[in-house]
């Protein structure tokens, strides 16, 4: 009897590489430097000013909060138009994944800051 190699079953066999990606930016370069990490600078500064304002104590938490909302609103504006390449550390998923977690966890935060007395 012949031995088969290892891989050789019932044809389900795939290979598992990377998936193509599709779309207009698929041919783009990722870009790395400098202009990529401006924008995600712009928002790790607005959420460390929310953060910093939250620390002063409890009559700044709604102001804080309210930034550190509008810093995710603003990433997830900034996730919707700019293109993959410009992206930066921001582009994690998908783009319509990227954009819908910053915008609902913009809003959350910002509701959380209008509830607060």
């Given at each position: 009897m012949a031995?088969r ?12 590489g990377?998936?193509?990606?599709r779309?207009k930016?698929r ?6 430097g400098?202009l990529?990490?401006?924008l995600?600078?712009?928002v790790?500064?607005?959420a460390?000013?929310?953060?910093f ?13 309210a ?7 603003v990433?997830?504006l900034a996730?919707l138009?700019?293109?993959?390449r410009?992206?930066?550390v921001?582009?994690s998923r ?5 954009v ?6 913009g ?9 607060l007395?």
């Amino acid at each position: 009897m012949a031995s088969r190699p290892a891989n050789a079953g019932s044809g389900s066999h795939r290979a598992t590489g990377p998936r193509p990606v599709r779309g207009k930016d698929r041919d783009e370069p990722a870009v790395t430097g400098g202009l990529a990490w401006v924008l995600y600078l712009i928002v790790l500064a607005g959420a460390a000013a929310g953060m910093f304002i939250v620390s002063r104590g409890s009559a700044y938490a709604t102001r804080g909060t309210a930034v550190l909302g509008g810093t995710l609103l603003v990433a997830a504006l900034a996730r919707l138009v700019l293109p993959n390449r410009f992206a930066g550390v921001l582009a994690s998923r998908r783009k319509a994944s990227d954009v819908l977690a910053f915008a609902v966890f913009g809003a959350a935060v910002l509701a959380v800051a209008l509830s607060l007395p």
